[in-house]
C-alpha cells in the first residue's frame, strides 16, 4: 500500500523568501505524485503533477517539484514567496495500475509574512 | 466550464437524523470519487464511480453510507443515521480518463457536523 508522509504541519515563510514544502512517499511501484493547494473556501486546486516524463515538474504559480526516487521524496519549492501563496498543500500519490483514487499526505499550511 | 459543484456547502445535524450530499461533477466526466478530511486527518477515499458503476468502494468506512450515481451523472451521498465520528469535509471530485494519470478536479466540499 501506498503513504503519503507531509513533514510540517505548518510553515511560514517571509514574502519573497524561498518556499520548500516537504513531502516523502512509500510505493512498491512506480508512483504518479500530485501537489494540491487548497484556498480557503475552495476546493483543491492541482498545482501539478510527476507522470515520469521528467523529473523536475514545473507547475502553475511559479511551484515546481523534484521527483528523487533514491529519497522517495517529492518536494514542492517556489523561489519567491507571495502573500497570496498562503493556502493549505497536500501532497497525494497514485500508484499506477487500476486503482486510481489518491492517497493524501496531511496537509501543510503555508503562511506567507509581510 | 463550470467546475464540481457540491451541495450544501455546509450542513448540521443532530446525530441520528439523516443527511444527502450532492456532487455535480464537470460535465462529460466518466470518473467521480468521493473523499472525506476529518478534522486534522489526512483526506481519504471512499469511493470511486465510472459512469454509473461503483468501481471501487473500498473506503466507505461502514454501511451508514449509501453512494449513488443516477444515470452517470450527478451523485449522492446519504448517510443514515449520521454519528458524531461523521463530522468533516467531503469532497467530491471528478475526471476524464487520459493516457497517464488523469488530473481529479476538486469541488469546494461539504462541510458536515454532527451534534
Known amino acids: 500500500a501506498q503513504s503519503v508522509t507531509q513533514l510540517g504541519s505548518h510553515v511560514s515563510v517571509s514574502e519573497g523568501a524561498l518556499v520548500l514544502l516537504r513531502c516523502n512517499y512509500s510505493?512498491?511501484?512506480?508512483?504518479?505524485l500530485f501537489w494540491y493547494v487548497q484556498y480557503p473556501n475552495q476546493g483543491l486546486q492541482l498545482l501539478l503533477k510527476y507522470t515520469s516524463a521528467a523529473t523536475l515538474v514545473k507547475g502553475i504559480n511559479g511551484f515546481e517539484a523534484e521527483f528523487k526516487k533514491s529519497e522517495t521524496s517529492f518536494h514542492l519549492t517556489k523561489p519567491s514567496a507571495h502573500m497570496s501563496d498562503a493556502a493549505e498543500y497536500f501532497c497525494a500519490v497514485r500508484v499506477s495500475g487500476s486503482a486510481r483514487q489518491l492517497t493524501f499526505g496531511s496537509g501543510t499550511q503555508l503562511t506567507v509574512l509581510p | 466550464e463550470a467546475g464540481v459543484t457540491q451541495f450544501p456547502s455546509h450542513s448540521v445535524i443532530e446525530k441520528g437524523q439523516t443527511v444527502t450530499l450532492r456532487c455535480d461533477p464537470i460535465?462529460?466526466?466518466?470518473?467521480l470519487y468521493w473523499y472525506r478530511r476529518v478534522m486534522g486527518k489526512e483526506i481519504k477515499f471512499l469511493l470511486h464511480f465510472v459512469k454509473e458503476s461503483k468501481q471501487d468502494e473500498s473506503g466507505m468506512p461502514n454501511n451508514r453510507f449509501l453512494a449513488e450515481r443516477t444515470g452517470g451523472t450527478y451523485s449522492t451521498l446519504k448517510v443514515q443515521p449520521a454519528e458524531l465520528e461523521d463530522s468533516g469535509v467531503y469532497f467530491c471530485a471528478s475526471s476524464q480518463p487520459a493516457g497517464g494519470p488523469e488530473t481529479q478536479y476538486f469541488g469546494p466540499g461539504t462541510r458536515l457536523l454532527v451534534l
Open positions: 460535465s462529460g466526466h466518466d470518473n
Open positions: 510505493s512498491s511501484v512506480p508512483p504518479y
